[in-house]
């Protein structure tokens, strides 16, 4: 008798747990990057009325005689599938499309998360808000970022500094017409800088003459004197290939002589002014573009992801951050969209994937199933008071 009791309050025991579970899930349908969580129950030991007994002569075997002892809850799993995505125009709001976790530290431990709505503190660092964790990655060193490098507090500065680069190199190309009246003068120019990013104008003048054309460098002051220009039966220039102006090499080799087309122009030149951080945009590999006030595009950082063999292995540490397991593995640490990682979309975050429709048969299943062993309950304390009212 008393093991219908036990066994109704085992039952209450887990179905109240699994009430919370689903509880839980549906408090959060609107949180950002929420992973909903599963019960799963198994029965208890149970006690042996009759052991199994095994074939002899002349007698069949018999089977054992059990009584369960009730039921106890197995596990609660997280899930783990990707939520809906939700468009929100921030340029700091970024979404995981696949697996993986935003990697964030939070004072001296690290955490993984799927929330990536993001935000700047007063010192540009990027961090959770809520939580205060500082996004990881790796920073850029003048455009260039190494992902083999160990990870840093996130920084994008508003105002951050593109430094002055002086121009070293230029490139002009196009076609110079062959069939051009003697006299023809064509100046085509390009702005170059000092290293303080000072600019300054770089000129190439192109004059025709009776034997052919010829090209003179002017920067400021510095003249390199016009130098005779000859072509090959191709139209294809051979010499010179490139002037030295002021220090700065020009590539003239991709010129061209041509009849009846005159598009000469300059193409590049390989230095820059100094300029400040404007705006900035995310890459689906979490490279983070800064847009500068020279007009001007640098990378600025990248973001990492984190990657588990078990992902169900994390513990939840609350504030949508999750912390490392004995069972989930390491973190495999890397840029998005390698080793298994997701990809990145700026200007989104990924909603709970909680499904409301099954978390409310879930709560119908989790009730009748109290309310079940709540009357099993009920009728082991009747049968209890019919055994008490036999002394009558």
Do not use: C
């Not at 002892?69 to 939700?86: C, H, K, Y």
């Amino acid at each position: 008798m008393l093991r219908s009791l036990f066994s109704g309050i085992s039952g209450l025991r887990s179905h109240q747990t699994m009430l919370d579970v689903t509880g839980n899930n549906i408090a959060n349908v609107n949180t950002t990057g929420f992973k909903s969580s599963q019960t799963q129950f198994q029965d208890t030991l149970s006690q042996v009325v009759q052991n199994a007994g095994a074939p002899q002569a002349g007698n069949g075997g018999t089977n054992p005689a059990q009584v369960g002892l009730g039921v106890r809850v197995a596990g609660i799993t997280t899930n783990f599938t990707q939520g809906a995505s939700q468009m929100t125009g921030r340029s700091t709001d970024m979404m995981i499309q696949g697996d993986g976790f935003f990697v964030v530290r939070k004072g001296p431990e690290t955490y993984y998360t799927r929330a990536g709505s993001f935000d700047f503190d007063s010192t540009g660092q990027m961090v959770l808000p809520g939580e205060g964790a500082l996004v990881q990655g790796w920073a850029a060193v003048n455009g260039v970022v190494d992902t083999n490098g160990p990870l840093t507090d996130l920084r994008v500065p508003a105002g951050a500094l593109m430094a002055a680069v002086a121009t070293t190199s230029a490139t002009y190309e196009g076609n110079l017409d062959a069939a051009a009246a003697n006299g023809t003068v064509l100046n085509r120019t390009i702005d170059i800088y000092d290293a303080t990013g000072a600019a300054r104008e770089l000129e190439l003048t192109f004059t025709k003459s009776a034997t052919g054309w010829t090209v003179e460098g002017i920067d400021g002051a510095t003249t390199t004197g016009a130098q005779a220009m000859t072509f090959a039966a191709d139209g294809s220039l051979t010499t010179p290939t490139s002037l030295t102006v002021g220090g700065t090499t020009v590539d003239i080799s991709a010129l061209t002589g041509f009849s009846g087309l005159d598009t000469v122009k300059a193409k590049t030149q390989d230095g820059q002014a100094a300029g400040t951080l404007l705006s900035f945009a995310l890459g689906a590999d979490g490279t983070i573009t800064g847009s500068f006030s020279n007009g001007l595009k640098q990378t600025v950082g990248k973001l990492a992801l984190g990657s588990f063999t078990n992902p169900a292995g994390l513990e939840k540490a609350g504030g949508s951050l999750f912390r490392t397991g004995v069972n989930s593995g390491d973190a495999q640490v890397g840029a998005a969209g390698t080793g298994g990682r997701g990809s990145l979309a700026g200007g989104a975050l990924e909603m709970s994937n909680v499904d409301l429709s099954s978390e409310f048969t879930s709560l119908i299943i989790a009730q009748r199933g109290f309310q079940a062993n709540s009357r099993v309950i009920t009728t082991s304390d009747e049968v209890l008071q019919e055994l008490v009212n036999l002394k009558r």
